[in-house]
């Protein structure tokens, strides 16, 4: 398995997290930007920069992504897309899109674009907490914790 970053919204906690896990156990993670990104020196991890533009940056995680690999985005259209080729989303505050639940997402995502056109101001998403840090923490080591014991009884 690999993790894939949308890296351009991804918040600095997040991309932490992930630089910390990417040592700890060790796994590839590549962080995808149409922006120039540190990332601290390491064999594990690497910054992708793409050339600017609408989703390039997702375009190319799509591209590049194998099944089973895990995707960390915000962005429910690339959730949608990551999941189709096999692969597995996740967002910044712990929450797994799934088969289930991305139809539903899409369709929201959609009324409040629709809303936001005719003028409503819909507000933003919430600040970014302790609790959601811990839950993406979580999320993400249950997750890892999941694929390994399958790679261990393939073996």
């Known amino acids: 398995m690999q993790i894939w970053v949308d890296a351009d919204a991804c918040?600095?906690?997040?991309?932490?997290?992930?630089?910390r896990v990417a040592e700890r156990v060790p796994l590839q993670l590549t962080l995808v930007a149409n922006q120039l990104l540190r990332v601290p020196p390491?064999?594990?991890?690497?910054a992708l920069q793409v050339p600017s533009g609408a989703d390039v940056a997702d375009q190319e995680i799509v591209r590049l992504?194998?099944?089973?690999?895990?995707?960390?985005?915000?962005?429910?259209?690339?959730?949608?897309?990551?999941?189709?080729?096999?692969g597995y989303a996740l967002n910044p505050r712990g929450e797994f899109y799934t088969e289930h639940n991305i139809a539903q997402m899409l369709t929201m995502r959609a009324f409040m674009d629709e809303l936001r056109g005719s003028g409503v101001d819909t507000g933003g998403p919430a600040a970014y907490s302790q609790s959601d840090r811990q839950q993406f923490a979580n999320s993400l080591d249950r997750h890892i914790s999941k694929v390994q014991r399958e790679q261990a009884r393939q073996s």
């Open 65 to 86: 992504l194998t099944p089973g690999d895990l995707v960390i985005t915000g962005d429910i259209p690339l959730a949608a897309d990551v999941l189709k080729k096999g």
């Open 11 to 19: 918040p600095a906690v997040v991309k932490e997290i992930l630089y």
């Open 42 to 46: 390491s064999r594990h991890i690497r």
